[in-house]
């Protein structure tokens, strides 16, 4: 019997002996885990840190870009109502002249000075235009062309070769810089 006691208890020891090395092996896989785990939660915390720094530059980047495009629209508006400054400013001696020439029209009896007046007027007037790119379309007896003539009457040809050509010009076309502002009013030969 106490062979068997014996035999016993080194049984009940083995156990416990095993059960000790299991714990500390689990507790070297822990230590392994947590020893692991600290540079994981740093590196997660250095990504989150990155990923806010992202985020606060693309906020910032996307509010830049929307006071850019308030400020390029504000600009643009600026420049349509203000585009047409230029060509006032150089027209405001013309309508001097004009004021001029009405009261000098008042106290003179001389017509011909006042042609002269009135003349000199439309040629600095029409000479600011053309400085700006307006050209007039020469249209009477060319081809009706739609791209450059607006037709509000047909008239009879005088010949076959009259047929489809502008036979009068009622109201005079206009380009500025080779884009038409004004189609030609004409009268055109059927």
């Given amino acids: 019997m106490s062979s068997e006691k014996e035999t016993t208890m080194p049984e009940n020891e083995q ?47 996307l509010s830049e870009f929307e006071n850019y495009k308030r400020r390029t629209a504000k600009e643009r508006l600026d420049l349509f109502k203000n585009a047409s400054k230029d060509l006032l400013v150089e027209l405001l001696p013309v309508l001097d002249d004009f004021e001029r020439g009405l009261q000098a029209m008042e106290v003179s009896t001389d017509v ?25 379309m020469n249209a009477a007896g060319t081809d009706f062309d739609p791209e450059l003539h607006e037709a509000i009457s047909q008239a009879p040809a005088a010949s076959e070769a009259d047929k489809n050509k502008i036979i009068a010009e009622v109201e005079k076309g206009y380009k500025l810089n080779e884009q038409v502002v004004r189609y030609a009013k004409v009268i055109v030969g059927v």
């Fill in 15 to 61: 156990p416990q002996a095993e059960s000790t090395a299991e714990t500390t092996a689990h507790a070297a896989e822990n230590v392994t885990e947590a020893e692991t785990a600290a540079p994981e939660a740093d590196e997660t915390e250095k990504l989150r840190g990155e990923l806010e720094e992202m985020q606060q530059k693309y906020l910032y980047l």
């Fill in 112 to 136: 011909a000075s006042v042609k002269t007046g009135v003349d000199l007027v439309y040629n600095k007037f029409k000479g600011i235009l053309s400085n700006k790119g307006l050209q007039p």
